[in-house]
């Protein structure tokens, strides 16, 4: 680690998800107390003049174009990866190679073979490393997982999720390379249900078969490059040919015996970005949805029958998972603070020598889901999530 237990930090990409993570940073120590304190040092993009305005904004110490450079660099205890999918792969084996710890945005890889090449790479390394699932650390998640571990809702007996997104509807809106395969690997699949196969995973147990289907509603589009956010801007009058979803759905059963049903897609007109499931068992039910974060709706069959029915439960009390960090009870928390419990979890991780999750193998095992979907929608076919690992 860095001198006076610190670590520090080098990040890749600035973006969107480098806002996130870089907050995420900055305000661990002030919530919690890590046993390591963050310090971002480089952070690394190909624009000179935006990844300088990013370190400026972010509180990076230098800006950077060369990321091999930053993985070299020893001073650098942890690599955060907020890059474009076909990037990861590289970038990982190499940072494992340099002995850095590192946190990876998701999906994984661009396909199962790169995640495992990606896994053992940093096994064999023996550095950290964790992939960015964040709505794991959503307080009203952990709770769910607590309830679902302590047997309150009994046989899991199915999950239904959505991730619903409308900002890419319009005609208009340019050919990033969220929307090229050759880039991103999958669209609305790989982007948003990467997410919910990962919750899924989490709350209710290994996928064991799949069957999906999938469509490309906008075929062509004109070029253009992501801005801000989820933001764009149109670079050419010519158009590009769209090869990758823009909807996924698909049917899934557990090993377990559970079954699932599941959506995702980024032309739900009005949903901004709607993460949602309800799980059901023998005892009971619960409901989230990230637009209510906080809120987590229960459901138990053995309440007096005459006060049956789903109660909501504000997820802001001390005994709840992380709450007792932030503010009193009612206070609500918001999206970055899941990047914050994620990054203290990593951080802890790497002070203790320990292995934490989401995991590089949490990666390979959701890219197999992904991977599974895929081939099922063009094969017509229920596929063994097994065959691909």
């Known amino acids: 680690m860095g001198v006076n237990q610190t670590l520090n930090v080098g990040m890749i990409g600035y973006k969107f998800m480098g806002k996130a993570h870089s907050h995420a940073y900055r305000d661990v ?3 919690f107390n890590p046993s390591l304190k963050p310090v971002l040092k480089t952070i690394v993009g190909r624009n000179e003049v935006g990844v300088k305005q990013a370190a400026a904004q972010f509180g990076f110490e230098a800006a950077h174009t060369d990321w091999r450079e930053l993985i ?10 907020v890059t474009p999918n076909n990037t990861h792969a590289e970038m990982v084996i190499e940072a494992a190679q340099a002995g850095k710890h590192i946190l990876c945005e998701k999906p994984l890889a661009m396909n199962v073979q790169e995640g495992k090449e990606m896994l053992k ?8 490393h964790m992939i960015s699932h964040n709505y794991r650390f959503a307080p009203a998640v952990q709770l769910a997982k607590k309830l679902i571990e302590e047997g309150k809702l009994g046989r899991i007996y199915h999950i239904r999720a959505q991730y619903l997104q409308d900002w890419i509807m319009d005609p208009d809106f340019p050919l990033v390379w969220r929307l090229r395969k050759d880039v991103t690997g999958s669209g609305a699949l790989g982007d948003i249900g990467s997410h919910i196969i990962d ?38 009058v010519q158009k590009g040919k769209v090869d990758v979803d823009d909807a996924v759905a698909f049917l ?7 079954l699932g049903v599941f959506e995702a897609t980024r032309f739900a007109a009005g949903n901004r970005n709607k993460n949602k499931f ?18 987590l709706e229960v459901y138990f069959t053995d309440d007096d029958k005459s006060l049956q029915g789903f109660r909501t439960i504000n997820v802001t009390e001390s005994v709840h998972p992380y709450v007792n960090q932030y503010w009193p009870a009612g206070h609500i928390i918001g999206y970055e603070h899941t990047f914050i419990n994620l990054v203290y979890e990593l951080i802890q991780g790497i002070a203790e020598g320990k292995q934490v999750s989401p995991s590089f193998e949490d990666g390979v095992r959701n890219q197999a889901v992904l991977e599974a979907i895929a081939r099922s929608a063009r094969e017509g076919a229920w596929i063994n999530v097994s065959e691909l690992l």
């Open 121 to 128: 790479a940093v096994q064999e390394a023996g550095v950290v």
């Open 72 to 81: 070299k660099s020893d001073e650098i205890d942890l690599i955060d990866i």
């Open 29 to 31: 120590s002030f919530y």
């Open 278 to 295: 309800e799980i059901n068992g023998s005892k009971g039910s619960i409901r989230w949805d990230l637009e209510n974060m906080n809120l």
């Open 199 to 236: 919750l899924a995973r989490f709350l209710v147990g290994e996928i064991e078969q799949v069957t999906g289907m999938t469509e490309i509603f906008i075929k062509e589009r004109p070029m253009g490059e992501m801005t801000e956010g989820l933001h764009a801007a149109q670079s050419s």
């Open 252 to 258: 899934a059963r557990f090993n377990n015996g559970a």
